[in-house]
């Protein structure tokens, strides 16, 4: 059982302390609305559809922006919707895997390999760093779904992988095919997790010093305030003394 990545306990704070809901509200109806579009539009009888809504309401995303969005799936909205993956390098060689979905691949690109460069990274092609992270399933319960133990025993039950417990909660990893099936027996077991979704799960994480974690969260951040972007993840951690001048 190790301790979850500080960097990604502080991106988790920062969602839900994040000002900037529509921003978030928009990108996740997208996700909805494409789920919708692919398969049925019932949440119970589609596992992609049923994770977005779920993520949705995670962040209290308001039920009339949920059901709209599924009924724009009906009307034929989300057809010119293309889901892609950029990789690259950001300071001090730091993987990034940014997911987009978007109508129009040229601007997204564009915008892409212009904030790489403009925070001194720079964008590679599909794979260049892909190989470094394992696709998998991730579902987050707060420390009062139970103690380290109770959470392990309940996530091997349930047909999980791996759990890694800290001050600040359980994550449980399993098959990225099993997060469905799996994330619906823990539910039984430790009630409503906090999320269930799809990840690029760092296979290691490099420790960076205050000005490496800088320029990363300035290029993260850039990149996550694009429309078109939907998820964005690196594989470095923040140690607890930079965390703290950080805070």
Known sequence: MAGHSKWAN???RKGRQDAARSKLFSKLAKEITV????GDPDPEKNPRLRLAVKAAKAVSCPKDVI???????????????TEIRYEGYG????????EAMTDNLNRTASNVRSTFTKFGGNLGTTGSVSFMFDRVGEIMYP???????????AAIEAGADDVESDEDGHWIYCADTELSAVSDALEKELGESEEAKLIWKPQNRTNVDLETAQKLMRLIDTLED????QTVTANFDIPEEVAAQLA
């Open 10 to 12: 502080i991106q988790h």
């Open 35 to 38: 789920a919708a579009k692919m």
């Open 67 to 81: 059901e709209r969005a599924i009924k724009k799936s009906l009307g034929g909205e989300g057809d010119d919707y």
């Open 91 to 98: 300071p001090n060689g730091i993987a990034i895997i940014v």
């Open 143 to 153: 420390v009062s779904a139970g103690d380290a133990d109770t959470v392990m025993m």
């Open 226 to 229: 694009d429309d078109d972007v």
